[in-house]
């Protein structure tokens, strides 16, 4: 009898307890949280060189390994096909490996002058949209400008840029040089389309982008206000895209347009047109329809295992921690960020979605700073073309979690979607549109206060 009690006892303790994993999130009171948990249990404390390159500390066994078969192959070089392993490179690229492009798992950087691209693209596109409202790629260049290709095959164009310096003043007689590309496009193999509209994207940090994965839908359209119907100026939409998986319109999350729903379509998107490989997702050659076309027939060329182990290893990816938090500049600085309605757009704290098949990362408080939805950032941010429901002045607020170590991890201070930006200043500066009401806030600041500023956006 004694033993049955007991037996009936465990059995209903792993009942609750199975209740207690899987109930909804509570409302949770954020000064009882550790600000430096940025990933909740998936932080990592370290400032070095590989703080954006950890896995999610709480894998282990099957899930840690298959994390690191997935690192192994995202630092694989591709060669053109036919070769005994990692074949596939497409005929035309703009890299060979991801690492190429996500050095250290971190932010890439511009040009400078007329050096070919390297962890940087140009997403091209003409007026009108494709059948599910996404962008209509360019005849004879598709949807992104390949500047390099294999023996015997002509690449798409090259990439030059300019720069043009202009200044900002600040209302105590401070200044702020801010300079602005002027991109150009030479040796193309066709000529330009009419109506030719692109856009420059440095490589944005993959650290945490599992955890932004796992923000439910419902909660990203309660930060929507695209009426501002609170009145604070600020007015985030969420962007509906085509999910190639599920053949549905998702939101957006991932992009700096928010143009990729899901971590496999974003990965498989990078696989497809960075360095043409075909997957089970996107199956399709990125040049075909072009003369560089392979005609090789040997789709997929990544296997499923390996795509999988890359999106797995993409989608663990842990988050430094905060810090100095407790430092008094800092502090000061994090206050005038919200009094600055920064915090209205780069949202400190969220809740992850329960998900059971994804323990690590279920019901987890993080501190992102991002709402992930797109805001007009003015007519100087803006690259003039659409990309589904956003417009060429709208623009995803990126995480700003691990920016703080953009210069050790990458060993560059260039932000914004082009690399515009030499600093985070600089980066600030830029803002407009919905965010100028923020910006006149910080061109009334004293020296001190923007220092003070500037040191809370760096202990993110």
């Not at 009690?5 to 792993?14: A, K, M, N, P």
Request: proline share 5%; with cysteine.
């Amino acid at each position: 009898m004694k033993n049955l009690y007991i037996v009936c006892l465990l059995f209903f303790s792993s009942i609750i307890m199975f209740i207690s994993a899987c109930r909804k999130a509570d409302d949770f009171d954020e000064s009882m949280m550790d600000e430096r948990l940025s990933g909740g249990s998936q932080t990592v404390f370290s400032e070095g060189v590989g703080a954006f390159s950890a896995a999610f500390p709480t894998l282990s066994g099957d899930r840690l390994d298959f994390h690191d078969l997935g690192d192994a192959h995202f630092e694989a070089t591709f060669i053109s096909s036919p070769s005994p392993q990692f074949q596939g490179l497409g005929s035309i690229y703009n890299s060979n490996s991801c690492v190429n492009c996500h050095i250290n798992d971190g932010r890439g950087k511009p040009i400078l002058g007329n050096e070919a691209l390297s962890s940087m693209l140009f997403r091209v596109s003409v007026p009108g949209v494709g059948d599910h409202g996404e962008p209509l790629g360019a005849p004879g260049f598709g949807g992104q400008l390949q500047d390099k290709a294999i023996f015997g095959i002509q690449p798409e164009a090259g990439v030059q840029v300019t720069w043009n310096e202009s200044w900002f003043y600040f209302d105590n007689g401070d200044s702020v040089s801010l300079r602005s590309p002027n991109w150009s496009f030479v040796n193309s193999y066709l000529p330009l389309s009419a109506g030719w509209m692109y856009s420059a994207r440095v490589s944005p940090p993959l650290h945490g982008l599992g955890l932004l994965e796992e923000i439910d839908e419902n909660t990203l359209k309660s930060f929507a206000d695209e009426n501002d119907d609170d009145g604070d100026g600020i007015s985030g939409k969420s962007n509906l895209v085509w999910d190639e998986k599920s053949k549905k319109m998702m939101i957006g999350r991932f992009g700096w347009k928010c143009e990729a729903p899901t971590l496999d379509q974003q990965v498989a998107g990078a696989y497809n047109e960075d360095m043409g490989i075909t997957s089970y997702i996107l199956k399709r050659e990125s040049s075909y329809g072009q003369i560089q076309y392979d005609q090789l027939g040997d789709e997929p060329e990544v296997p499923d295992s390996i795509i999988n182990a890359v999106i797995f290893y993409v989608r663990t990816l842990a988050v430094p921690a905060r810090r100095k938090v407790t430092d008094a500049m800092v502090k000061r600085g994090k206050a005038l960020f919200t009094q600055a309605n920064c915090s209205g757009c780069h949202l400190p704290t969220i809740r992850t979605r329960t998900h059971v098949a994804f323990p690590e990362a279920s019901n987890q408080i993080i501190h992102p700073y991002t709402d992930l939805l797109l805001h007009d950032m003015g007519t100087r941010l803006s690259d003039n073309r659409p990309t589904y429901t956003a417009s060429g002045s709208e623009w995803r607020t990126p995480p700003l979690w691990g920016i703080g170590l953009t210069q050790i991890v990458n060993g560059h201070n260039f932000y914004l979607h082009d690399g515009r930006a030499r600093n985070l200043m600089e980066a600030i500066l830029w803002h407009d549109g919905e965010a100028k009401n923020s910006i006149d806030f910080v061109k009334a600041l004293s020296t001190s206060d923007r220092n003070a500023l500037l040191a809370f956006v760096k202990s993110l």
